[in-house]
Protein backbone atom coordinates (compact mmCIF):
# COMPACT_ATOMS: atom_id res chain seq x y z
CA UNK A 1 0.00 0.00 0.00
CA UNK A 2 1.17 3.50 -0.36
CA UNK A 3 3.49 5.95 2.03
CA UNK A 4 1.07 7.87 2.43
CA UNK A 5 0.89 9.04 6.30
CA UNK A 6 -2.86 10.30 5.92
CA UNK A 7 -3.55 7.20 3.90
CA UNK A 8 -1.61 4.76 6.45
CA UNK A 9 -3.45 6.81 9.39
CA UNK A 10 -7.17 6.28 7.79
CA UNK A 11 -6.13 2.68 7.58
CA UNK A 12 -4.65 2.47 10.93
CA UNK A 13 -8.14 3.68 12.10
CA UNK A 14 -10.13 1.07 10.23
CA UNK A 15 -7.85 -1.76 11.79
CA UNK A 16 -8.13 -0.56 15.34
CA UNK A 17 -11.92 -0.08 14.60
CA UNK A 18 -11.93 -3.74 13.57
CA UNK A 19 -10.31 -4.88 16.50
CA UNK A 20 -13.16 -2.71 18.45
CA UNK A 21 -15.68 -4.48 17.00
CA UNK A 22 -14.32 -7.79 17.01
CA UNK A 23 -13.69 -7.60 20.96
CA UNK A 24 -17.67 -7.48 20.92
CA UNK A 25 -19.08 -9.59 18.44
CA UNK A 26 -17.74 -12.22 15.72
CA UNK A 27 -16.35 -10.99 12.44
CA UNK A 28 -19.50 -12.53 10.24
CA UNK A 29 -21.51 -10.12 12.53
CA UNK A 30 -19.31 -6.75 11.75
CA UNK A 31 -20.68 -4.23 9.17
CA UNK A 32 -18.91 -1.81 7.07
CA UNK A 33 -21.71 0.19 8.08
CA UNK A 34 -20.81 -0.25 11.89
CA UNK A 35 -17.26 -0.12 11.20
CA UNK A 36 -16.82 3.18 9.49
CA UNK A 37 -18.80 4.79 12.10
CA UNK A 38 -17.21 3.50 14.81
CA UNK A 39 -13.85 5.12 12.62
CA UNK A 40 -15.75 8.48 11.99
CA UNK A 41 -15.21 7.50 8.60
CA UNK A 42 -17.32 7.68 4.95
CA UNK A 43 -18.29 4.36 3.55
CA UNK A 44 -16.55 5.86 0.39
CA UNK A 45 -13.01 5.78 2.10
CA UNK A 46 -13.36 2.30 3.53
CA UNK A 47 -13.68 1.18 -0.15
CA UNK A 48 -11.00 3.27 -1.36
CA UNK A 49 -8.16 0.78 1.08
CA UNK A 50 -9.97 -2.60 1.16
CA UNK A 51 -12.25 -4.49 -1.21
CA UNK A 52 -13.87 -5.95 1.96
CA UNK A 53 -14.21 -6.63 5.48
CA UNK A 54 -12.11 -9.81 4.74
CA UNK A 55 -9.37 -7.39 3.50
CA UNK A 56 -9.34 -5.26 6.40
CA UNK A 57 -9.06 -8.07 9.25
CA UNK A 58 -6.06 -9.61 7.68
CA UNK A 59 -4.21 -5.99 7.26
CA UNK A 60 -5.51 -6.12 11.08
CA UNK A 61 -3.98 -8.52 11.73
CA UNK A 62 -0.90 -9.19 9.76
CA UNK A 63 0.88 -7.97 12.92
CA UNK A 64 0.39 -11.71 14.44
CA UNK A 65 2.38 -12.37 11.56
CA UNK A 66 5.06 -10.08 12.13
CA UNK A 67 4.90 -11.22 15.74
CA UNK A 68 5.48 -14.32 15.29
CA UNK A 69 8.09 -14.54 12.31
CA UNK A 70 9.99 -12.41 14.97
CA UNK A 71 9.88 -14.35 17.97
CA UNK A 72 10.81 -17.75 16.18
CA UNK A 73 13.65 -15.85 15.29
CA UNK A 74 14.76 -14.34 18.90
CA UNK A 75 17.69 -16.25 19.34
CA UNK A 76 21.30 -16.17 18.95
CA UNK A 77 24.08 -18.63 19.54
CA UNK A 78 23.09 -21.91 20.47
CA UNK A 79 19.44 -22.35 21.56
CA UNK A 80 18.07 -24.02 24.59
CA UNK A 81 15.39 -26.73 23.95
CA UNK A 82 14.43 -26.13 27.75
CA UNK A 83 13.62 -22.35 27.37
CA UNK A 84 12.12 -20.68 24.39
CA UNK A 85 12.45 -17.08 23.70
CA UNK A 86 10.79 -14.88 25.82
CA UNK A 87 9.61 -13.35 22.98
CA UNK A 88 7.79 -16.63 22.07
CA UNK A 89 5.98 -17.03 25.00
CA UNK A 90 5.19 -13.35 24.88
CA UNK A 91 3.89 -13.74 21.61
CA UNK A 92 1.59 -16.84 22.58
CA UNK A 93 0.24 -14.59 25.49
CA UNK A 94 -0.17 -11.93 23.49
CA UNK A 95 -2.72 -13.16 20.87
CA UNK A 96 -5.57 -14.26 23.58
CA UNK A 97 -7.07 -10.92 23.66
CA UNK A 98 -7.95 -11.03 19.96
CA UNK A 99 -8.01 -15.47 19.45
CA UNK A 100 -11.89 -15.13 18.47
CA UNK A 101 -10.64 -12.94 15.42
CA UNK A 102 -7.77 -14.99 14.84
CA UNK A 103 -10.10 -18.43 14.64
CA UNK A 104 -11.69 -16.43 11.48
CA UNK A 105 -8.67 -15.42 9.47
CA UNK A 106 -6.78 -18.71 10.68
CA UNK A 107 -8.26 -21.96 10.46
CA UNK A 108 -7.98 -25.37 12.16
CA UNK A 109 -4.39 -26.59 10.34
CA UNK A 110 -3.61 -23.39 9.76
CA UNK A 111 -5.62 -22.35 6.90
CA UNK A 112 -7.48 -19.67 5.84
CA UNK A 113 -5.98 -16.26 4.56
CA UNK A 114 -4.18 -14.91 7.96
CA UNK A 115 -2.89 -19.14 7.63
CA UNK A 116 -1.23 -18.32 3.98
CA UNK A 117 0.31 -15.02 4.69
CA UNK A 118 1.61 -16.02 7.84
CA UNK A 119 3.07 -19.93 6.10
CA UNK A 120 4.64 -17.44 3.67
CA UNK A 121 6.46 -14.75 5.83
CA UNK A 122 7.43 -17.53 8.08
CA UNK A 123 9.02 -19.71 5.35
CA UNK A 124 10.82 -16.99 3.69
CA UNK A 125 12.28 -16.02 7.10
CA UNK A 126 13.95 -19.55 7.97
CA UNK A 127 14.94 -20.15 4.30
CA UNK A 128 16.83 -17.07 4.18
CA UNK A 129 18.33 -17.79 8.38
CA UNK A 130 19.27 -21.42 6.98
CA UNK A 131 20.91 -20.26 3.85
CA UNK A 132 22.71 -17.39 5.99
CA UNK A 133 23.99 -20.19 8.59
CA UNK A 134 25.37 -22.80 5.73
CA UNK A 135 22.46 -24.90 7.05
CA UNK A 136 21.61 -28.07 4.94
CA UNK A 137 18.35 -28.45 2.91
CA UNK A 138 17.18 -25.17 3.59
CA UNK A 139 14.02 -25.54 1.48
CA UNK A 140 12.74 -28.52 3.42
CA UNK A 141 13.13 -27.59 6.40
CA UNK A 142 11.62 -24.30 6.01
CA UNK A 143 8.56 -25.41 4.56
CA UNK A 144 8.44 -28.15 7.25
CA UNK A 145 8.77 -25.52 10.32
CA UNK A 146 6.55 -23.12 8.79
CA UNK A 147 3.46 -25.25 7.94
CA UNK A 148 4.43 -26.89 11.76
CA UNK A 149 3.90 -23.73 13.34
CA UNK A 150 1.07 -22.25 10.96
CA UNK A 151 -0.93 -25.81 11.43
CA UNK A 152 0.13 -25.85 15.30
CA UNK A 153 -0.93 -22.39 16.10
CA UNK A 154 -4.13 -22.93 14.01
CA UNK A 155 -5.32 -25.58 16.12
CA UNK A 156 -4.38 -24.27 19.19
CA UNK A 157 -6.44 -21.13 18.35
CA UNK A 158 -9.30 -23.58 17.56
CA UNK A 159 -9.01 -25.40 21.11
CA UNK A 160 -7.31 -28.80 19.48
CA UNK A 161 -4.01 -28.84 21.70
CA UNK A 162 -4.94 -27.83 24.81
CA UNK A 163 -2.13 -26.12 26.51
CA UNK A 164 -1.49 -22.79 28.44
CA UNK A 165 0.52 -20.21 26.17
CA UNK A 166 3.12 -20.89 28.58
CA UNK A 167 3.35 -24.13 27.35
CA UNK A 168 2.40 -24.05 24.03
CA UNK A 169 5.67 -21.96 23.72
CA UNK A 170 7.81 -24.43 25.03
CA UNK A 171 6.25 -27.22 23.03
CA UNK A 172 6.31 -25.52 19.75
CA UNK A 173 10.30 -24.25 20.68
CA UNK A 174 11.02 -28.37 21.45
CA UNK A 175 9.29 -29.26 17.99
CA UNK A 176 10.69 -26.49 15.65
CA UNK A 177 14.60 -27.32 17.01
CA UNK A 178 13.89 -30.78 16.40
CA UNK A 179 12.92 -29.68 12.65
CA UNK A 180 16.44 -27.79 12.46
CA UNK A 181 18.46 -31.05 14.05
CA UNK A 182 16.85 -33.19 12.14
CA UNK A 183 20.20 -35.25 10.26
CA UNK A 184 19.63 -34.39 6.70
CA UNK A 185 22.22 -35.73 3.87
Same mark, same amino acid.
Given at each position: MSGDPRAERTRDRLRRALLEEC?????????VAGLVRRAGLGRATFYLHYPDLDALAVDACAEIVRDAVEALHAWRGVPDPAAPPAALT????????? +?????? $? &??????? %? *???????ELRARSHRERELAGAPAPD????????????????WLHDRV??????? +?????? $? &??????? %? *??
Open positions: AERPLAEVSEFFTGIVAH +AALYRT $L &LREGGGG %P *LGVLLHRLIASAVAATFTGVLGDPATPESM +AEQVWR $L &LLALHMT %P *LP
